[in-house]
């Protein structure tokens, strides 16, 4: 185990899951479902009941948040497109992490 | 998100800008258009999408009328509303040069609808398992359509979904029932204007991809024997879902494509 002591707090694990269940929060809550639990095994699509058009919506906040680091529409295109029903919350933060830490 | 008043009605449009400017000119403009009822502007913003632009191809990608982010009124669901809207579309963004179409399903619908009316505005067609709007069109959205508004109406057929492919299945198929139960969209799609059979109105490139196994591959003589300049693929082994199923080898037939018909210089697809 590595301890990265140059990495800033916010581009923790903690840090984004922190940030991201702040931006799905907003989401979800235009669908009356702002109580669901959010952590990094939550499914986008069958624990948060998210269609992709609301991932496109989740990519637009994300790269306004952190800019053109993230490029979670190219991160997914990789990964193909069936893949999207999988996601989970962590693969995301996990990516966020990893893109930051490049940085 | 973004979302802009297009004529009258609000649409969500993405748009990806070239990653690299390419040599010898404006970069290119691809105007993605996704498939009717269960389909999103998502299908390309998570596959195409990034791989256009990177290859130094500006994006356009938006939710059809009642699809996605975009508006959805009760009624006004002829082929030619949905080709108002894209003309509304790029007017809004400003685009005045021949764009490059490309849609999937009754997206090549839309696409081909487009360049019969405007074509001054296209510069290439290119179709992914979809058919001009001449009428046989018409009978094949017209049972599609009319199964959609009968069995999806049913509490058992959805129940059927939720057993055999997943609750998530379900729920997106219940939605499509409420969409087609809830607008006038089953009745307005077969009721559209369509194109004469000798495709003379089409007059731009076509580049036309289908799956072996879909019937819709039947089309292909016909498509070569009409238009003045037509390129066809068929993919071996696949049905509709061409553009899911084989993404990378669809992505780079079309990068080569829209790179053959541009002026300027397109980055190397690797």
Redesign the interface.
């Known amino acids: 185990m590595s301890i990265d002591t140059t990495a800033p707090e916010q581009t923790g694990e903690v840090a984004v899951l922190a940030e991201v269940s702040g931006i799905l929060r907003v989401l979800l809550d235009e669908y009356g479902l702002d109580d669901a639990e959010i952590a990094m095994d939550t499914k986008f699509?069958?624990d948060l009941?998210l269609?992709?058009?609301d991932?496109?919506?989740l990519?637009?906040q994300l790269r306004e948040h952190y800019g053109d680091k993230i490029?979670f529409?190219?991160f997914?295109?990789e990964r193909?497109?069936?893949e999207?029903?999988q996601l989970t919350v962590g693969d995301l933060v996990d990516y966020i992490v990893a893109s930051l830490r490049k940085g | 998100m973004s979302r802009i008043l297009a004529g009258e009605l609000k649409m969500h449009v993405q748009r990806m800008k070239p990653e690299v400017v390419p040599e010898g000119g404006p970069a290119p403009i691809v105007v993605f258009i996704h498939g009717l009822l269960i389909d999103s502007l998502a299908s390309y913003y998570f596959s195409l999408g990034p791989a256009f632009s990177a290859a130094g191809i500006d994006v356009i990608m938006y939710d059809l009328r009642g699809h996605g982010r975009t508006e959805r009124p009760e009624s006004g669901y002829r082929l030619e509303q949905f080709v108002s809207d894209l003309d509304a579309l790029l007017g809004e963004l400003d685009v005045t040069e021949p764009v490059h179409l490309v849609g999937n399903s009754f997206g090549g619908s839309v696409a081909f609808g487009y360049a019969a009316t405007h074509p001054e505005r296209v510069a290439t067609v290119t179709c992914i398992e979809g058919e001009p709007p001449v009428d046989s069109w018409i009978s094949n959205m017209k049972y599609i359509l009319d199964r959609a508004k009968t069995e999806l109406a049913q509490e058992e057929t959805i129940t059927w979904f939720a057993q055999e492919h997943g609750h998530h299945q379900a729920r997106v198929f219940q939605a499509v029932g409420q969409f087609v139960q809830k607008t006038t969209i089953a009745d307005d799609i077969p009721a559209s204007a369509r194109i004469e059979p000798d495709l003379s109105a089409l007059t731009c490139p076509v580049f036309a991809i289908f799956g072996g196994d879909s019937e819709l591959s039947e089309q292909v003589p016909w498509l070569e024997a009409s238009l003045a300049s037509c390129r066809t693929v068929v993919i071996p082994d696949q049905g509709h879902s061409v553009l899911v199923q084989k993404t990378a080898q669809t992505t780079e037939l079309i990068v080569e494509w829209v790179r053959e018909h541009s002026r300027s210089v397109l980055v190397e697809a690797n």
Request: hydrophobic share 50%; aromatic share 0%.
């Open positions: 699509h069958d009941e269609e992709s058009i991932l496109v919506g990519s637009g490029n529409a190219a997914i295109a193909g497109l069936e999207i029903i």
